[in-house]
């Protein structure tokens, strides 16, 4: 089956980095885009930046453009996150998500999901 396993969160103070990592297995990653989402207590899930098959295209919601970047390594089935100039405002569990096509904000249109890892940002 389809799994998908997210890494690297914790604790960090603001102004700090984080790396996420997600890992995916039981599909062939390489046909797949890859987006990373996250929800914070109380509040919607809400998409952050997404990646096509081949990395060639990216997109992010402005409140994290030329903070974070998202990558991928075909060969790995991995795609990353890395987090810059972290803000409490980041705080949330980080989810990452598989569709096939482009990369979208609209999480139901996402076919598989990890567990999520958690992020939270100190001041």
């Known amino acids: 089956q389809v799994q998908l396993v997210e890494s690297g969160g914790g604790l960090v103070q603001a102004g700090g980095s984080l790396r996420l990592s997600c890992t995916a297995s039981?599909?062939?990653?390489?046909?797949?885009?890859m987006g990373w989402f996250r929800q914070a207590p109380g509040k919607a899930r809400e998409f952050v930046t997404g990646?096509?098959?081949?990395?060639?295209?990216?997109r992010y919601v402005d409140s994290v453009k030329g903070r974070f970047t998202i990558s991928r390594d075909n060969s790995k089935n991995a795609v990353y996150l890395q987090m810059n100039s972290l803000k409490p405002e980041d705080t949330a569990v980080y989810y990452c998500?598989?569709?096939?096509?482009?990369?979208?904000?609209?999480?139901?249109?996402?076919?598989?999901w990890g567990q999520g890892t958690q992020v939270t940002v100190s001041s």
């Open positions: 998500a598989a569709r096939p096509g482009n990369p979208v904000v609209y999480g139901n249109l996402y076919d598989y």
């Open positions: 039981g599909l062939t990653f390489s046909t797949y885009a």
């Open positions: 990646i096509n098959y081949s990395g060639g295209m990216t």
